[in-house]
């Protein structure tokens, strides 16, 4: 059945270009033809044309079909035509880790809303839970005094915090004053003692 040249390019997935750049002028002489349809004129190729194009592009032999003219290098696929496939492939795969890569962020990423939204929920019931044993006036009263003992243990244990820390500076007070003193004693001594020296030499010499 005879194709376009864009029905075959749609068909093997390359471009309408590459398609005529197979296209020989033997190519065109054996398979070629022109067809007419509401007045315009389309270049088809033949059934056998079309084959020699898959096998071409999919990298089977069809030189048997040929024609002297026509050797197996003419139809196997170029070097230009398998890098450019390779390129394909390998963004592909470049695509593909991407896309799996964004696929376990976004998975880990709805892991962490819903725990949130879990821990949003036990705050609320709690809250909720909380609301409505406040209305039970023996819960309530048990809350109160509950909470008026530990206001006190705070208070306590602020007081006390406080408390050490002024004893705290008042003992670095008295341990600088006492270091002062110990140093001034050791000096006056030093005088002390450095005086009777001199005395006692004094006392010699005469």
Known sequence: MSKTIKEIADELGVSKTAIRNKMTDDFREKWVQTSTANGVQTLVITEEGVNALKSIFRGGNHTANLGANFTENQFAPNEDFKAELKAKNEQIESLQKLLDQSQQLLLSEQKKSQLLIESHK????????????????????????????????????????????????????????????????AILAGV???LLLILGWIYLTR
Do not use: G
């Open 122 to 185: 036990t705050t609320i019931k709690f809250d909720d839970y909380l609301a409505e044993q406040l209305k039970n006036d023996d819960f309530k009263q048990v809350f109160l005094k509950e909470k008026e003992k530990l206001d006190k243990q705070v208070a306590l244990y602020q007081a006390k915090s406080r408390e050490a820390n002024q004893t705290a500076k008042e003992n670095e007070y008295w341990a600088i004053r006492a270091e002062k003193a110990f140093w001034f004693a």
């Open 192 to 194: 002390f003692f450095i």
